[in-house]
């Protein structure tokens, strides 16, 4: 993953998670990071993972950092205050970054006022941009979802209380590394409330689940696919064939389209 990227500055504002919801626990700290190696390693090792780079360990950023870790034990976190380290990531001032490996992307929240920080707002951060192999639809992902330069959506209607949900989800996965950084994997769960309205965008209905659906940011094209089994197979060969047929698009010659127009 890149040593740089965009930034998100914190100068007066802040904002789920992709698996599951965060609980307290006992002692949880970050990987304690000291060279340039296990920092690499220990953002390579994960699909999401997350660092904090403090120029001083003890500023109050740095303390609601090491609070938000505790309520947070589903993402690996690290931190790190090396000069050296820090200079390799060309980080200038105290920074979270989150790096994931779905689109290869690092995010930066920069601290520029420790004041307008809390760890609601670090939660929120890690939250909104914690995009996996799979991610599960919420509020909160979503936005981290369309801020993705990756245009395509797939999306698996299922129901996670079904006995299916294991298999099911593990295909699902498997496909899914396949498309890096060409697709995002995003698992609706229909037994959520409020995921209905995402069912009924993509015109489906309950009864005819589990359903593919694939989406382009761009245009808002999309396309359904009922399944009667969730296999590799079958995910591979509906992402493939919108991926084909959006690229198709693209590179189509503006003069083609405007003899298909003429005729």
Same mark, same amino acid.
């Given at each position: /993953?890149?040593?740089?990227?965009?930034?998100?500055?914190?100068?007066?504002?802040?904002?789920?998670?992709?698996?599951?919801e965060g609980t307290i626990r006992e002692e949880r700290e970050p990987v304690l990071l000291e060279d340039?190696?296990?920092?690499?390693?220990?953002?390579?090792?994960?699909?999401?993972?997350?660092?904090?780079?403090?120029?001083?360990?003890?500023?109050?950023?740095?303390?609601?950092?090491?609070? /938000?870790?505790?309520?947070?034990p589903d993402v690996p976190f690290g931190i790190c205050t090396s000069s050296q380290v820090?200079?390799?990531?060309?980080?200038?001032?105290?920074t979270i970054s989150l790096f994931r490996m779905?689109?290869?992307k690092r995010q930066d929240l920069e601290i520029q006022d420790s004041n307008k920080v809390d760890v609601d707002k670090l939660s929120r951060f890690v939250r909104i941009n914690e995009l996996r192999w799979v991610t599960e639809y919420n509020p909160m992902t979503a936005v981290g979802l369309f801020d993705s330069a990756v245009q395509i959506h797939l999306l698996l209607f299922t129901d996670k209380t079904s006995p299916l949900h294991t298999e099911r989800i593990n295909k699902y996965r498997e496909a899914a590394v396949a498309f890096q950084g060409k697709a995002l994997f995003i698992l609706v769960d229909i037994s959520v409330k409020g995921n209905d309205r995402v069912l009924s965008y993509f015109h489906l209905k309950k009864s005819q689940l589990p359903a593919l659906?694939?989406?382009?940011?761009?245009?808002e094209e999309q396309n359904v696919q009922l399944l009667d089994e969730v296999s590799v197979e079958?995910?591979?060969?509906?992402?493939?064939?919108?991926?084909?047929?959006?690229?198709?698009?693209?590179?189509?010659?503006?003069?083609?389209k405007l003899f298909r127009e003429e005729l």
């Amino acid at each position: /993953m890149c040593p740089t990227s965009p930034c998100c500055n914190l100068g007066g504002s802040g904002e789920e998670n992709s698996s599951s919801e965060g609980t307290i626990r006992e002692e949880r700290e970050p990987v304690l990071l000291e060279d340039i190696p296990s920092t690499a390693a220990f953002i390579d090792g994960a699909e999401v993972a997350v660092v904090g780079f403090f120029q001083d360990s003890e500023k109050p950023e740095a303390l609601k950092f090491l609070t /938000m870790v505790k309520n947070i034990p589903d993402v690996p976190f690290g931190i790190c205050t090396s000069s050296q380290v820090l200079s390799h990531y060309n980080i200038t001032k105290n920074t979270i970054s989150l790096f994931r490996m779905v689109d290869n992307k690092r995010q930066d929240l920069e601290i520029q006022d420790s004041n307008k920080v809390d760890v609601d707002k670090l939660s929120r951060f890690v939250r909104i941009n914690e995009l996996r192999w799979v991610t599960e639809y919420n509020p909160m992902t979503a936005v981290g979802l369309f801020d993705s330069a990756v245009q395509i959506h797939l999306l698996l209607f299922t129901d996670k209380t079904s006995p299916l949900h294991t298999e099911r989800i593990n295909k699902y996965r498997e496909a899914a590394v396949a498309f890096q950084g060409k697709a995002l994997f995003i698992l609706v769960d229909i037994s959520v409330k409020g995921n209905d309205r995402v069912l009924s965008y993509f015109h489906l209905k309950k009864s005819q689940l589990p359903a593919l659906a694939a989406y382009y940011t761009a245009d808002e094209e999309q396309n359904v696919q009922l399944l009667d089994e969730v296999s590799v197979e079958k995910i591979t060969d509906f992402c493939n064939a919108f991926l084909e047929r959006k690229e198709g698009e693209k590179t189509s010659k503006p003069e083609d389209k405007l003899f298909r127009e003429e005729l």
